[in-house]
């Protein structure tokens, strides 16, 4: 539980930080919009005062604003960085905390499951004999019921033939006696003396006292014979109750075997989940060491752009120097005109005039080997062959890589292989008529467009493709008219400002990549943070099965307790069946004690 704690209390932190984090994305995207409200209300001004306006200084400001831009990327790619250690340092203690867990769980799980077994076992086996001496003991107690039954009945039987064969006697005896009166009375109405009247009168009262004995001793019989009946009646009901507790005992020791027997089941199901969770953690921390590795290619990556970048503003900053150098104080008025393309234009602002070609381009993801599929990236036509020419002279100098969509992409390995190619790390191009595509290309589609850090990406090109077309919407409104085609036609000869588009174009696709490279850190981040989360809900389950199990022994508890009530009922069905049994036979001996009463009685009555 404690663990569970400190899980739960990482978990706050880190939804903390989410929050948090989700906060400064607003506030990021608040102040996009304000730049963005800004930006056209700049574009509006720029457009009054175009006419006024000189090229060189616009492209001196553009130059600042993309210095500007590398400043701020370079400032996210540093807080980028240390955030990329602070969560690599969360996924270590992460991992290290999910070792000791899975280690403890497996330990506790080891533990209890032997513990189990042992106690079921034990219980088992106890039960078991329990079950078998109650068994012997019922049969006993069922040998030793019947057997006095049947003694109670033969008994009882011959109790009632005694009865009977005294009775008969006794009628005998009356019979006799009575023939005994008649002869009696014959004598005394035979003899006339008063001495007969005597004796006949003694006779007469001893045969009727003998009628007043024998008329209280059959009462007492039947009194004795009812209560006997009674007493049997008794016993037999009795004996029946008996039969019954058994019959529960029994019952009861099957409830208690099947919930012993559903038990071991309920355990060896857990003991057989228990290896496919440790190989699903297995398999997690392979994928949570494959990422990690990942990342440190992104990281090495990022570190090698980041050197290009600083190279190239190295030698863009000497051949600007070299430039203000050999520069004429009196500039041409066509010298940006003659860029081949129009990368700072966009499409709607150049209506009628036939625009230059440029050869279509890929951007080199070299850096990582990322394969980007051809139909993603832009493209502009022109018609005529001169300009074909001067763009194939201004791809001669470009060192990144520049390929066809009919070349195939790079062999080399992939971050993401992703098999539908829809090309994780291929952002649009900043610099193309068509960069205001919403960027559909992103994984997940139009429902990964929702994600607060695809917006802010997408915001990031709005700003890029908007700082880029500052600088050329004067072109394109002036080269709608004839006059100012032939100049554009002209300005192709005009290679002199070609290295510095070449030197902006380059910083640009430079902050392109590693905004992608960022945006693929994001990615890989939420990933691992899903992998995280599982493995906690497996942390959850593992814990849950735990609590089972204890519930389980909690339940082998009761029903030891309720063996214990069992055995103590049984004992005492025991002790009422041998209090019964003294009763019986202290009845027996009353009876016998009445009955030799009685046969006193008998005799003294004939003699």
């Not at 807080?79 to 602070?86: D, K, N, P, Q, V």
């Not at 890589?401 to 994780?424: E, K, M």
């Amino acid at each position: 539980m404690e663990e569970g704690k400190n899980l739960a209390s990482a978990d706050h932190k880190h939804r903390a930080l989410v929050k948090k984090l989700r906060a400064s994305i607003s506030d990021n995207e608040k102040e996009l919009n304000a730049l963005r409200t800004a930006k056209n209300k700049i574009d509006k001004e720029l457009e009054t005062l175009r006419s006024r306006a000189r090229r060189a200084d616009e492209l001196e400001k553009a130059h600042d604003d993309l210095q500007k831009l590398l400043g701020q990327t370079q400032k996210e790619l540093n807080t980028l960085r240390t955030e990329i250690r602070s969560k690599d340092s969360t996924i270590a203690e992460l991992r290290s905390q999910l070792q000791k867990a899975t280690e403890q769980a497996d330990a506790l799980a080891a533990k209890a499951n032997e513990e189990a077994r042992e106690q079921d076992k034990r219980r088992i086996a106890d039960l078991e004999e329990e079950v078998a001496a109650l068994k012997v003991e019922k049969a006993l107690i069922t040998d030793r019921s019947k057997a006095q039954a049947t003694e109670l009945r033969e008994k009882a039987e011959r109790a009632n033939e005694r009865a009977r064969a005294l009775e008969l006697e006794l009628k005998a005896e009356v019979q006799v006696m009575e023939g005994k009166l008649e002869e009696m009375r014959a004598r005394a109405e035979e003899a006339s003396s008063g001495a007969a009247g005597d004796t006949q009168a003694k006779l007469l009262r001893q045969i009727e006292t003998l009628q007043t004995q024998y008329s209280i001793a059959s009462e007492n019989w039947q009194g004795i014979e009812t209560t006997l009946l009674a007493r049997i009646t008794g016993l037999e009901r009795e004996r029946d109750e008996a039969l019954q507790r058994e019959s529960e005992m029994r019952r009861k020791a099957r409830e208690a075997a099947a919930r012993a027997k559903r038990q071991e089941e309920e355990l060896e199901e857990a003991k057989t989940k228990i290896p496919t969770i440790q190989e699903d953690v297995k398999s997690y921390r392979t994928q949570l060491d494959s990422l990690k590795k990942r990342a440190e290619e992104a990281e090495s990556a990022l570190a090698k752009a980041t050197a290009d970048f600083e190279k190239q503003k190295q030698a863009w900053e000497a051949e600007k120097e070299e430039r203000q150098l050999r520069e004429v104080p009196e500039r041409p008025r066509s010298w940006l005109e003659g860029i081949p393309g129009g990368s700072f234009l966009k499409p709607e602002s150049r209506p009628a005039s036939p625009q230059l070609t440029t050869p279509q381009r890929t951007f080199s993801t070299d850096f990582l080997g990322i394969s980007i599929p051809a139909n993603k990236l832009r493209k502009a036509s022109g018609p005529s062959s001169k300009s074909d020419a001067g763009g194939a002279a201004f791809e001669s100098r470009m060192p990144f890589s520049r390929r066809p969509s009919a070349q195939p992409p790079s062999g080399r390995p992939t971050l993401n292989s992703n098999p539908s190619g829809s090309g994780i790390f291929s952002p649009p191009s900043v610099f193309s008529p068509t960069s205001d595509a919403p960027p559909s290309h992103y994984p997940g589609g139009g429902a990964g467009a929702g994600h607060p850090l695809d917006m802010e990406d997408q915001r990031g090109d709005d700003a890029f493709d908007s700082g880029s077309r500052a600088g050329g919407i004067i072109i394109g409104e002036r080269s709608a008219s004839p006059q100012q085609m032939l100049q554009d036609m002209v300005s192709v000869s005009t290679v002199a400002a070609g290295p510095s588009v070449q030197l902006v174009e380059r910083m640009s696709a430079a902050i392109r990549r590693l905004e992608s490279e960022k945006v693929a850190a994001r990615e890989e981040l939420a990933r691992i943070s899903r992998q995280r989360d599982d493995a906690r809900g497996e942390i959850i389950t593992l814990m849950r099965e735990l609590e089972a199990g204890k519930a389980a022994a909690k339940r082998a508890e009761a029903l030891e307790a309720e063996m214990a009530e069992v055995k103590e009922r049984y004992e005492t069905t025991l002790e009422l069946l041998g209090e019964k049994s003294e009763l019986v036979e202290e009845l027996r001996a009353d009876i016998d004690d009445m009955k030799a009463m009685y046969r006193d009685l008998v005799e003294r009555t004939v003699k």
